[in-house]
C-alpha cells in the first residue's frame, strides 16, 4: 500500500535527525505517540506534536517512560499505527512493556536515541552503549529488529521500514539511533506519499465467532483486529494458547514461544539488511552501524588511498544480526575491523560469526569516541600489518 | 424426578452468560472470594446501563483480581503489574469512542500501579476504575499491601503491619477523580447502582469493592472464613453518601463507611484535547515554523 | 572475617531454596532487605520478614520493584549489606537502578529466581531466559557477576559468596536461580559462625578532606564510605571523576567510565568459577549452569553408557563468561552441548568463544519445565557423532517440541 498523503510532507527540507525521524513516523501512518520526556530524544516528539493537529495524529505524555509504552500497546490494538521515543535510562524502564510487547505480538516502534551510560552517563553525549539491550533487555525469550540510522535522511528512511517490520511480524521494532545522528541537520528528502510503500496491519476477514487471537498464519504471524469490532477477544501476558487464554504448561509455553522466535527466525533473509562499501577485494573489513559508520567511509577512503584494500559493512538491522554474510567476510578478508561507541558490544557477534578466520581488531569508545575516522584508519593500518593468527578480541586502546 | 444432565446444564445458565467467558469457567477464585460478585454486579452495571458490550474495552493487571479481563466477554487485555491505567490511557486517547474500563485490585493498582492512577485522575482521563480491595496480596500467597489495615498480619508483616494504609477514596478525590464510591462485596445492589452510575459518568470514575479473602486476609488474621466477613460487613458498614472522604480510613476490624463520596463535573481529557485542537485548527497557533526551514 | 554468629541459623534444616537464600543473606550480614512480592521468589522475602528482625536485619515491602533496589541502593550507602529479591517481571523493572548501582558502584546482591517468559508468561514454573538480561540487560556499559545455584544448599553457600564478591569488587551481584531450585526441598547444613568467611565492607579509614569516593585503589576498586561520616559524600549517576563530581565531556567516558568494565574484566580469573570433569580427553562437553547442570548428569551418564567420551563444565558464575577456558576446550573437543532452559543464550558465548573449533550444539526448552535427560543424551550422541565442522549454532529438536508440533497434538487445559 501507499502512504496516506495527511502525513506526508513531500519535499526537500533541512531537519536533524529526530525531527526526520518524527516525519518517517508521520509519513509511515503513526498516529499516536506515548512520550516522556527525556534528553537527547525530545525533537521527536516536538516534531510530532507540532505536527499531530494537521496530520490528524495524537499523543499523550505519560508519567514515566514505564506508563508511556504501556499507552503506546493500548493504542496499538484500537487499530492506530503507534510509537515511543526514549533514550538509554527511558529504554531500561521499558523493559517489562517490551516483554509485553512480544508476547501480546503487538506492532509498534521505539526510538531510542542512544546516550553516555550506564545510569545517567552523559545524557548529551552520542554512545551505542544499548545495542545489546535491545536484544535482551526484557525477561524470558524473545526476537527483535533492530535498525541504526546513521543520518537524518536515514532516521527518516529507516523509521518507515521500522513500522513496515513492526506491522509485518506484529512485533516491536526498535530504532537504534544516537544523540550524535539525532542532533545532526542535513538534507531529508521526502518523495510524495505515492512513492512510499507501507505495510498495512494483517487483519482477520473471517467470521466473527471463530476468530481467534493468536492462530498463526503459516510464516507464525497471525492477524490481528481492532478493538471495538465486536470480537470480544482476550489477550494476557501469560503463556496462552490461540484463543489467548492462559495455559500453565511447558507444551503450551513450547507452543505459544517457540514460534515468537521463529517468526522472526524463519525471516531472516527478508529482514536483514546491510550496505556494503568495496568488501568484494578487501582484506581489512570494517563493520559498523550508526553514527560510526559515517567516520567509517571517511577511513576506508583514506586506506584505500594508502594502499591498503579496506572494505566496508554497514548493519542497516543490527538485529536479527546478518550472521552469513559476516561469515562470508572473515572467510574472504584477513581482518576485521570494529569500531563502536561502547566498550563491546557487536563485536561479541561478530567474533561468533568469524569462526575464527580473521583476526577481529575493537576500537572501543576512546577519548574521542570511536566515531574519529582518524582512529578508525589506525586500526585499519594496524589489522592489515597483523600477519599472525590471534585467537579472541583484540582490543586497540 | 430424575433429570438429564442436558436440561440441567440449560436451567443452570448463568443469567451473565452472553458478557461471560463461559468457555473458561470454572474461574481460577477461591470458594468465598468477593471478587466473582464483583464481577456480577459490573456484568449487570453494564447491561443497565445500556452501554454496547462491542464498544467496551476492560484492562486488567497482575493479581487475583487481574484475572477479570480473562473472565469478561468483552475485548479484553491482561497486562503487566501495575500498568492497566496506563494502558488504558493510551486506548482512550487513540480511540475515544470506546468506552474503557480498568478492573484490577488494590496491590495493583495502589502500590505499582500509584503513580498511574493519581496521574490518570489528574488527567481526568475518561474511564472506570474497579479496584477490588481485599486487603492483601492474595495471587503471590498473603503479603502485606498498600491498604492491609494497622496491625494486621501478612506473610511479609510477621509482627503486624506497621505501614499506615491508603485511603482509596481520598486519594481518588483529591487526585482529582469526578466519581467515587466504596462498597463491600455484600452490598451487591448498591455496588451496581454505582458502577452503572460510574458508566454512564464522562471522566474518570472509582469504584472501590471491598472483598473478603478467606483464604489469605482471613486465615492469616483468624477472622474466620468468607462468610464470617460477610457477616462483619453486614454488622459493621455504615453507609453515609457523601461522607468527606478524609474520614473513610479502615482499621483492622473496625467500622468500614460505604457510600457514594464524590459526583461532580470536570472536563475530561479528551473534552480539554478536541478544544485544544479545534483552537489549534481555527486559529493555527502552532502554524509558525513546524514545517522546518526550507532551504 | 568470620560471619557474625548472630545472623548464622546453625543447623541442618529440610527448606527450599529460596528460605535457603534468605538464611544466606542473613549469614552473610545482610542488614537490609527491600522487596516486592513476586512469584516464585516471596518465601525467600518472606524468610527474611520472619528471621531478619530477630537478627537484627530490616526489611521492607515497597510499592514496586523500582522502589525495592533504589531503597537498597540507599540503604547500601548507609554502611549495611543490602540484597533484593525478584523475578522476571520485577527484574526488569529493575534493569534501569542496576545500571545506576554499577554507576555508582554500590555492592549489593539481586537474587533472581527465574520463570518462564517472556511478560508474565508461566509465573510458577521455571526458566533461564533471563541470563543474557542479567548481563545486558540495562543501558550503556557495565560488568557485573552472576552466579547460578543449583541446589538449596548452594543457594546458601552463593548467596554469601555473593555478598563477598559484592563487596570486593563494589558492584551489583546478580544470583541467578530459577523456580526449580527455588522451589526444590533439599537438605541444608549451615555451618557454625566461625567457619563462614565473610568479605567486610572496604571502608576508607583516611583523614575526612583527602578522600575521593571513585579513586581506585591498585585492583581498580575505590574504596567505599558511608553516609552519616562527616565525608560529605556527593554521589550520581551521571559519568563523574574520582571525586564523584559530575564531569561533562565526552573524553571521560574511556577515562572514569572505563573502570567499571575493567575492575570485572581484569579481575576475571578471580572472579569465575567452574565446575569441570572429564574434560581432558572428551569428545562432547556439556556446558551448562543452575539447574540444567543437575538435569545433563543423567543425559551425561546415558551417553556414557553408550561408549561416549562425555566432559562437563559447569558455569558456576556464568559473568564475567570463561573465554579462554572456551576457547582452550574447543581445540580439545569435537563439541560443546549446550542444555538450557531458553531459545539460546548463553550457547552465544559458547559458540564466540570456540571460534570455529568445536560444533556447538543447542538443546533448548522454553521454560515450565526441565529438560528431558534423553534429548541431552541424544543430543551428546549426534555432536559425537558428526565429523564435519558445521557452521551456526545447532539446535537440536526435543521431543517436546517434535510432540508439539509434528502430528495431531491438542493442547489440554
Not at chain 2, 113 to 142: E, K, S, W
Not at chain 3, 249 to 255: G, L, M, P, R, W
Request: glycine letters at 10%; aromatic letters at 8%.
Amino acid at each position: 500500500m501507499k502512504a496516506d498523503k495527511a502525513g506526508v510532507l513531500t519535499g526537500s527540507h533541512v531537519l536533524n535527525g529526530n525531527q526526520a525521524c518524527a516525519e518517517g513516523a508521520l509519513a509511515a501512518g503513526c498516529r499516536f505517540l506515548g512520550l516522556y520526556p527525556i534528553v537527547p530524544s525530545i525533537e521527536v516528539s516536538e516534531r510530532f506534536l507540532a505536527r499531530a493537529p494537521e496530520v490528524g495524529a495524537t499523543f499523550i505524555q505519560m508519567e514515566d517512560e514505564i506508563s508511556a509504552l504501556a499507552a503506546v500497546l493500548g493504542a496499538s490494538w484500537t487499530g492506530k499505527k503507534s510509537m515511543t521515543v526514549t533514550s538509554g535510562p527511558g529504554l531500561s524502564l521499558m523493559m517489562e512493556h517490551l516483554g509485553l510487547g512480544i508476547m501480546l505480538e503487538t506492532p509498534c516502534v521505539i526510538a531510542d536515541i542512544q546516550s553516555v551510560g550506564p545510569g545517567l552517563g552523559l545524557p548529551t553525549h552520542a554512545a551505542q552503549g544499548d545495542m545489546m539491550q535491545a536484544r535482551w533487555g526484557s525477561h524470558g525469550d524473545y526476537e527483535i529488529v533492530a535498525l541504526a540510522p546513521s543520518s537524518p535522511q536515514e532516521m527518516f528512511d529507516f523509521t518507515i521500514k521500522a513500522f513496515n517490520f513492526s506491522e509485518r511480524y506484529r512485533i516491536p521494532v526498535a530504532i537504534m539511533s544516537d544523540a550524535y545522528v539525532a542532533q545532526l541537520e542535513e538534507t531529508v528528502v521526502i518523495p510524495p506519499a505515492d512513492q512510499i510503500n507501507i505495510e498495512t496491519r494483517r487483519y482477520y476477514e473471517g467470521a466473527k465467532d471463530s476468530y481467534l487471537p493468536f492462530k498463526r498464519d503459516k510464516d507464525f504471524v497471525p492477524p490481528m483486529v481492532d478493538i471495538g469490532q465486536g470480537y470480544r477477544f482476550h489477550v494476557t501476558g501469560l503463556t496462552h494458547d490461540d484463543r489467548g487464554y492462559p495455559i500453565m504448561f511447558e507444551e503450551c509455553q513450547e507452543y505459544n514461544v517457540h514460534p515468537l522466535m521463529w517468526k522472526v527466525r524463519n525471516a531472516v533473509d527478508k529482514i536483514v539488511e546491510v550496505q556494503e562499501t568495496n568488501t568484494d577485494d578487501a582484506e581489512v573489513v570494517v563493520i559498523s552501524y550508526g553514527a560510526t559508520s559515517r567516520a567509517v567511509l571517511k577511513a576506508i577512503k583514506q586506506a584505500r588511498e594508502s594502499g591498503i584494500k579496506a572494505g566496508g559493512l554497514k548493519l542497516v538491522t543490527v538485529w536479527p544480526f546478518p550472521e552469513k554474510r559476516v561469515t562470508e567476510l572473515a572467510k574472504k578478508a584477513k581482518a576485521i575491523v570494529v569500531p563502536e561507541m561502547n566498550f563491546g558490544q557487536i563485536v561479541l557477534e561478530v567474533e561468533r560469526n568469524g569462526y575464527g578466520e580473521a583476526n577481529i581488531f575493537f576500537l572501543p569508545h576512546g577519548d574521542k569516541g570511536a566515531e574519529y575516522s582518524e582512529d578508525i584508519l589506525a586500526a585499519i593500518k594496524r589489522a592489515s600489518q597483523t600477519s599472525e593468527a590471534k585467537s579472541g578480541i583484540i582490543e586497540i586502546s | 424426578m430424575m433429570e438429564t444432565p442436558k436440561t440441567d446444564e440449560k436451567q443452570e445458565i448463568h443469567p451473565m452468560e452472553n458478557l461471560l467467558r463461559m468457555d473458561r469457567m470454572p474461574h481460577i477464585w477461591c470458594p468465598t472470594c468477593g471478587i466473582g460478585l464483583a464481577v456480577t454486579a459490573f456484568t449487570a452495571a453494564l447491561e443497565k446501563a445500556n452501554i454496547d458490550p462491542n464498544t467496551v474495552s476492560i484492562v486488567s493487571g497482575i493479581g487475583c483480581t487481574g484475572r477479570v479481563a480473562g473472565y469478561v466477554k468483552l475485548d479484553s487485555f491482561h497486562t503487566t503489574h501495575g500498568r492497566p491505567i496506563a494502558f488504558a490511557t493510551g486506548i482512550k486517547v487513540a480511540s475515544p469512542k470506546t468506552k474503557v474500563v480498568v478492573f484490577s485490585g488494590d496491590g495493583d493498582l495502589m502500590a505499582i500501579g500509584g503513580n498511574h492512577f493519581i496521574h490518570a485522575a489528574r488527567r481526568n482521563i475518561d474511564m472506570l476504575v474497579v479496584c477490588v480491595n481485599n486487603f492483601i496480596y492474595a495471587m503471590t500467597g498473603g503479603q502485606v499491601a498498600p491498604t492491609t489495615p494497622l496491625a494486621a498480619y501478612a506473610t511479609t508483616s510477621p509482627y503486624g503491619c506497621v505501614e499506615p494504609p491508603f485511603n482509596i477514596p481520598y486519594l481518588a478525590e483529591s487526585s482529582g477523580a469526578v466519581y467515587v464510591a466504596r462498597w463491600t462485596t455484600l452490598h451487591i445492589r448498591r455496588l451496581t447502582n454505582s458502577l452503572t452510575e460510574a458508566l454512564q459518568k464522562t471522566g474518570f470514575s472509582v469504584v472501590e469493592a471491598i472483598s473478603p479473602c478467606g483464604m489469605y486476609y482471613s486465615r492469616i488474621n483468624r477472622l474466620g472464613d468468607g462468610l464470617d466477613m460477610m457477616r462483619f460487613y453486614h454488622d459493621n458498614v455504615e453507609i453515609r453518601h457523601g461522607e468527606d472522604t478524609k474520614n473513610l480510613d479502615i482499621g483492622f476490624q473496625t467500622k468500614i463507611i460505604c457510600g457514594k463520596f464524590v459526583d461532580r463535573e470536570r472536563p475530561s481529557y479528551n473534552e480539554r484535547y478536541n478544544q485544544w485542537l479545534s483552537e489549534v485548527k481555527t486559529a493555527g497557533r502552532h502554524s509558525k515554523g513546524q514545517k522546518g526551514s526550507k532551504k | 572475617m568470620k560471619a557474625d554468629p548472630r545472623g548464622v541459623l546453625t543447623g541442618v534444616y529440610y527448606i527450599d531454596g529460596d528460605v535457603a537464600a534468605g538464611y544466606g543473606a542473613l549469614a552473610a550480614g545482610c542488614k537490609f532487605v527491600a522487596g516486592y512480592p513476586i512469584t516464585p521468589s516471596t518465601e525467600a522475602f518472606e524468610a527474611i520478614c520472619h528471621r531478619g528482625p530477630q537478627v537484627g536485619a530490616v526489611f521492607i515491602q515497597m510499592e514496586d520493584e523500582l522502589g525495592s533496589i533504589s531503597a537498597i541502593i540507599g540503604a547500601t550507602w548507609s554502611g549495611v549489606k543490602t540484597m533484593t529479591i525478584t523475578s522476571g517481571p520485577g527484574y526488569s523493572l529493575m534493569q534501569e537502578c542496576i545500571g545506576f548501582g554499577a554507576m555508582l558502584e554500590t555492592p549489593f546482591v539481586l537474587l533472581n529466581i527465574q520463570r518462564g517468559g517472556p511478560s508474565t508468561g508461566v509465573p510458577t514454573k521455571t526458566g533461564q531466559a533471563d541470563m543474557m538480561q542479567s548481563r545486558w540487560g540495562s543501558h550503556g556499559d557495565y560488568e557485573l557477576i552472576a552466579i547460578a545455584p543449583e541446589s538449596p544448599q548452594e543457594m546458601f553457600d552463593y548467596t554469601i559468596k555473593a555478598f563477598n564478591l559484592a563487596e570486593k569488587y563494589r558492584c551489583p551481584i546478580m544470583i541467578m536461580s530459577d523456580e526449580c531450585v527455588g522451589h526444590m526441598t533439599e537438605k541444608v547444613v549451615i555451618p557454625e559462625a566461625d567457619k563462614i568467611e565473610v568479605e567486610p565492607r572496604r571502608l576508607y579509614t583516611g583523614p575526612a578532606e583527602d578522600y575521593l569516593p571513585f579513586k581506585p585503589e591498585p585492583d581498580l576498586v575505590p574504596k567505599m564510605a558511608k553516609a552519616g561520616d562527616g565525608l560529605k559524600l556527593y554521589i550520581t549517576g551521571q559519568t563523574h571523576d574520582e571525586r564523584g563530581y559530575p564531569v561533562k565531556d565526552a573524553e571521560y567516558k574511556s577515562k572514569y567510565g572505563r573502570r567499571l568494565v575493567d575492575k570485572i574484566r581484569l579481575n576475571k580469573d578471580k572472579i569465575i568459577e567452574l565446575k569441570e570433569e572429564g574434560t581432558d580427553n572428551a569428545d562432547v562437553i556439556v556446558v551448562s549452569y543452575g539447574i540444567s547442570s543437575r538435569v545433563a548428569i543423567k543425559g551425561v551418564e546415558l551417553a556414557r553408557e553408550k561408549g561416549i567420551k562425555v566432559g562437563t563444565l559447569r558455569l558456576v558464575t556464568v559473568w564475567p563468561f570463561p573465554d579462554e577456558k572456551m576457547s582452550e576446550l574447543a581445540k580439545k573437543a569435537k563439541a560443546f552441548v549446550v542444555p538450557e532452559i531458553n531459545y539460546g543464550q548463553v550457547v552465544y558465548d559458547v559458540a564466540r568463544c570456540a571460534h570455529g573449533r568445536a560444533n556447538v550444539v543447542l538443546v533448548p526448552h522454553g521454560g515450565a519445565g526441565v529438560h528431558n535427560p534423553n534429548d541431552i543424551a541424544d543430543a551428546i550422541e549426534m555432536a559425537a557423532k558428526e565429523d564435519k565442522k558445521i557452521e551456526g549454532l545447532i539446535e537440536f529438536k526435543t521431543r517436546l517440541e517434535k510432540s508439539v508440533f509434528e502430528g495431531g497434538f491438542k493442547l489440554k487445559e
